[in-house]
């Protein structure tokens, strides 16, 4: 039987012990399951915030965001979550607040009256509230519509606390169901509305010009595409720009330029622009070159003189001590069990690729937890109390210790052949420096033909 909005937030006002500890949590699973980065700005440590986001990745986005925003965050979640046996717990006990959605079914009590009153009380009271205004996950290669909530919200609230800032963060996966992809959070600068603050939510003029106003804001910290075939593309575009004008950019900065990249990709289809499709095309077999090489447009710029290498070389030799090579093998063979069962059993269920990620998480984390607790076992019986209790405290940090020393193999291992590539086809690399400076050259063209399109 459906639960009412009351009894539902009766339920989560009772159970949210994991609140206060949520940000640190969350950044600490972030930085385990993902190669994390956070950019851009910041949300404001106290008071009262509204904080909108993207929603690709089901629930490791909110993970994400509070990771970003260093505070606790009380999240709307859609009511059919919080009395589900298998994730209705973490819901309630992180402080989400219910909202029913017209595709939950006939709402209950009549309307969301209950929820937006919880809102603007946890606003007055000086919480963080945070949502995705899209109302969905998923997998799309662009922002989808935003629904008119936030703005609602924030316009309903704003006669009681008047202006309060709306925080903007915006998610960006390099693979988001792959374990140890990279992905960024990316915080923009607060929302100008004050000019509608006094327009009221009942106001739907108000409502749809702030809703623009969000949905403007997060487009320009996401990669919104076309096709999600075109990310390779809009990225060369990007990073040839980049290594021939010798920029080294923060994530945020990248995401504007990938999202100027799109919007002048589209506006030369859109136009059937002859000179601009043979770029794209130029663009594309550049690409196309340097993946076959294993190569990136920063290394035809980069500096591979000898010395500069054997700095290099230097710079790594603690990778080839025995000591990192223990502690990646050990870190391996301790962890080797419960990731390939994590995967065995994540595999079986037909997932999107939106929520598989949370799936493997949550999976991993009760597979983990029982792997550990078997080796403390054992440690208990084999060597008593005293080693059983290094090993609930040594075996993770062993674990993610040689995690971390693998991977830095695996790039100094990439790195040593992107080099030795460089240096031994000297003919090929000059061919590809001088059509990556033409490529760059004429980007910088297309630019200035498609003005609408430069963010940088």
């Known amino acids: 039987m459906a639960l009412s909005v009351s009894r539902l937030s009766s339920i989560v006002y009772r159970h949210m012990w994991l609140l206060p500890h949520f940000p640190r949590i969350a950044r600490l699973a972030a930085f385990v399951y993902y190669r994390a980065r956070y950019a851009g700005g910041a949300v404001p440590p106290e008071g009262p915030v509204l904080v909108v986001a993207n929603h690709p990745n089901s629930l490791l986005d909110p993970m994400m965001v509070v990771a970003a925003a260093r505070r606790p965050l009380r999240f709307l979640a859609k009511a059919p979550l919080f009395p589900d046996p298998k994730i209705g717990w973490l819901v309630r006990a992180s402080g989400a607040i219910p909202v029913h959605r017209r595709q939950d079914g006939p709402a209950v009590d009549g309307s969301n009256a209950e929820m937006f009153r ?104 996401t990669l919104n595409l076309e ?41 030369v289809r859109q136009d059937d622009d002859a000179e601009g499709l043979a770029l794209i095309a130029a663009v594309a077999r550049h690409q196309r070159r340097l993946t076959r090489l294993g190569l990136r447009p920063a290394d035809l710029v980069a500096d591979i003189r000898i010395s500069r290498g054997a700095g290099w070389l230097v710079g790594r030799a603690p990778l080839l001590m025995p000591l990192a090579a223990v502690v990646g093998l050990a870190g391996w063979l301790l962890f080797v069990v419960p990731y390939r069962a994590t995967g065995l059993v994540t595999d079986r269920f037909r997932l999107e690729s939106d929520v598989r990620s949370t799936w493997k998480l949550m999976f991993g984390a009760v597979i983990y937890l029982a792997w550990l607790l078997l080796l403390v076992s054992m440690a208990v019986v084999w060597f008593g109390v005293v080693v059983a209790l290094l090993t609930a405290v040594l075996v993770p940090v062993v674990g993610m210790t040689g995690l971390l020393v693998r991977e830095m193999w695996r790039g100094s291992w990439r790195d040593a052949r992107r080099y030795l590539v460089l240096r031994s086809r000297r003919s090929l690399m000059d061919t590809l420096r001088a059509n990556q400076r033409e490529l760059g050259q004429r980007l910088d063209a297309l630019a200035q033909r498609f003005p609408s399109g430069v963010q940088r």
């Not at 998923?138 to 202006?163: D, M």
């Not at 959070?185 to 603050?197: K, M, N, R, S, V």
């Not at 021939?244 to 330029?257: G, I, L, N």
């Open 118 to 221: 919880e809102v603007h009380t946890a606003l007055a009271g000086g919480d963080a509230v945070a949502l995705f205004p899209e109302g969905i996950s998923h997998s799309a290669s662009s922002l989808a519509p935003l629904k008119t909530g936030a703005a609602r919200i924030a316009l309903g609230a704003a006669a009681e606390l008047g202006v309060f800032p709306i925080v903007p963060v915006g998610l960006v996966f390099r693979e988001k169901d792959i374990f140890r992809s990279d992905a960024s959070a990316i915080t923009g600068e607060p929302i100008e509305w004050a000019d509608l603050a006094g327009r009221g939510a009942e106001d739907k003029s108000a409502v749809r010009l702030l809703t623009d106003r969000i949905t403007a804001s997060l487009r320009s910290l």
């Open 227 to 267: 096709t999600a075939q075109d990310r390779p593309l809009v990225e060369c575009a990007v990073r040839v720009w980049e290594a021939e004008q010798r920029v080294m950019p923060e994530p945020s900065e990248r995401v504007t330029r990938l999202a100027a990249t799109t919007s002048i990709l589209a506006a």
